[in-house]
């Protein structure tokens, strides 16, 4: 009864109205600080790297064209999904309707599944530099990464969009009023959702980098033995270091990415729910893939140091 007398509730004047969390004062304001900080930090780096592969000829590479699209999506986080992700997590009570709720889900449940595609075409173009060297150039050019990238967009828009009108219009109890969140009336649909935006991209990706895996630690092999890299006598061509330099740094976006999200989705899904800390854990991820091509990426130092120094409009 005085937990029942305690309890603050969004809507007193209904029964089924949710209970506000109570937070003390500071580690409220603590939090919206600290996370709208973050927001702030992403998308201010994410605009380097889009304005940085945009603007300098020379990065139009297939490579830096996926590390883009990435970014972009990456600075759709930081400007959308952060701040509604914070109020949505932070506050127990939904003052904002239903169509701004189906709006903001539409909008994370996007980014979610971009960020997978654009990972899974980098896997694919990182898989043919190093795994067929002489091929990467002819069958990965600058005209099929852009349509693969238009087409992977598109599919996502369109495959959230029916998703989350067909969840929007299952008509179930919901746990009590003023809750933004996604009800899901049927398990079989949940596994095909869970299977299409989680399971199946990061079978393909962790596929994939193991096989560059393998193959690049049999070429490091076959050069510290000295030996010259051959099958059926033809002497094969190996991937420049670049290539290789390439593709390790992007498996550290990989992995980075799967650290950050497959916790958050393994316990929502088997628990239903997840801590407040955990939450914020995937939007982390955005903020991270700039810093890693700042670490590893030498073009991106410079091209940062260009656009801070107000260097870029000049010839």
Request: with cysteine; aromatic share 14%; glycine share 2%.
């Amino acid at each position: 009864m005085e937990e029942h007398e305690d309890a603050q509730y969004c809507f007193p004047d209904q029964n089924s109205s949710c209970r506000k969390a109570l937070l003390s004062t500071s580690i409220y304001i603590t939090l919206y600080i600290f996370i709208l900080l973050i927001s702030a930090v992403t998308v201010f780096l994410n605009v380097l790297v889009i304005i940085s592969v945009s603007h300098f000829k020379k990065l139009h590479t297939p490579t830096n064209l996926l590390i883009l699209s990435l970014a972009v999506t990456d600075f759709l986080v930081g400007l959308i999904v952060i701040p509604v992700g914070t109020v949505a997590i932070m506050e127990s009570c939904w003052f904002y309707g239903k169509y701004f709720c189906v709006i903001s889900l539409y909008i994370n449940y996007l980014c979610l599944s971009l960020s997978l595609g654009n990972l899974v075409l980098i896997s694919v173009d990182r898989y043919v530099a190093v795994c067929y060297p002489l091929l990467y150039h002819t069958k990965i050019t600058i005209t099929r990464i852009i349509g693969c990238i238009s087409i992977t967009w598109c599919c996502c828009i369109t495959y959230n969009a029916v998703i989350l009108n067909n969840y929007v219009n299952i008509k179930v109890p919901r746990q009590c009023l003023e809750e933004c969140f996604v009800v899901e009336g049927f398990i079989w649909r949940s596994i095909i959702d869970l299977l299409f935006t989680i399971v199946i991209p990061c079978s393909i990706i962790i596929t994939l980098y193991l096989k560059i895996f393998v193959v690049a630690r049999s070429q490091a092999r076959k050069v510290f033995i000295k030996e010259p890299a051959t099958k059926s006598g033809v002497k094969t061509v190996q991937p420049s270091k670049s290539e290789r330099k390439a593709a390790k740094t992007l498996s550290i976006v990989v992995f980075t990415y799967l650290t950050c999200w497959i916790p958050f989705f393994f316990i929502l899904f088997f628990s239903q729910q997840s801590s407040v800390y955990l939450s914020f854990l995937p939007f982390v991820n955005s903020l991270i893939n700039p810093i890693i091509y700042a670490l590893f990426y030498p073009w991106f130092k410079v091209t940062a140091k260009h656009i801070l120094t107000l260097k870029l409009w000049r010839s």
